[in-house]
């Protein structure tokens, strides 16, 4: 079969901001998208009390909506849990999992993350799973042996032919404003694609490496020109359409991307 071109990926990740009154952000985004399309995917994933509403209110706008986690069950007497199969109910097509604030702050292991992209499958969720080192990590020279381990442990075996993007976000990154060296990025990116590889052989073609970690529209363009870059995960510069803009008009001029087989 031909291979198709993979647009580069933009997701905004709100984590727990946002009231029914924010999503005239979301207006905003849409209006100017529909108003000036872009080849950029873009994926928008707000808290859970406002992906019903968003999802549709951005039906027909071309952006996706995602959940910010789910949980490794299908359902079952698990108090204040969000099964995949809710995400999907509410209008999501993807769901951010193993967030290294999850990790860290909920003790995730590699082994709950694969569980919960298991259910995200199960669903037809398309899971899009964080890996990165800290800062302790970085310092003792360890990052791409954590990544590797975090891919090979994370990933479940269900994946397939476009189903699974991997963000790379070093954790002392985040909210900090700092990034690594573009050296830094290529080679956690190129390590993350050989684990993939690893797991999935050829399919891995199909999968995105995203970057993120204090991504704006001030170094998005730079970020999306670093070899391996196939999109980026945005945080707080997510929540306002005048910042989150220039990051998706950003993805307009990142070089080609790689190629991949249709997903279903």
Known sequence: MPLARQPPMIVGNWKMHGVTADLAEMGVIA???LERPTSTEVVICPPATLLATASRCLDGTGIATGGQDCDAKDQGAHTGGVSAAMLVDAGARYVLLGHSERRRLDRET??????KAAAAFRAKLRPILCVGESAAQRQAGRTLAVLRRQVLRSCPPEAGAGRLTVAYEPVWAIGAGATPAPADIEAAHATIREALSRRYGDASASIRVLYGGSVDGANAPQL??????????????????????P??????????????????
């Not at 590699?110 to 569980?115: G, L």
């Not at 008009?249 to 279903?264: I, N």
């Open 31 to 33: 209006r100017e998208l």
């Open 110 to 115: 590699n082994v709950d993350v694969a569980a």
């Open 224 to 245: 999306l020109q670093i070899a391996g870059v196939d999109g980026l995960l945005v945080g707080r510069a997510s929540r306002r359409a005048v910042q989150f803009l």
């Open 247 to 264: 990051v998706v008009r950003a993805g307009e001029t990142a070089p080609p991307p790689l190629d991949y087989l249709p997903t279903d």
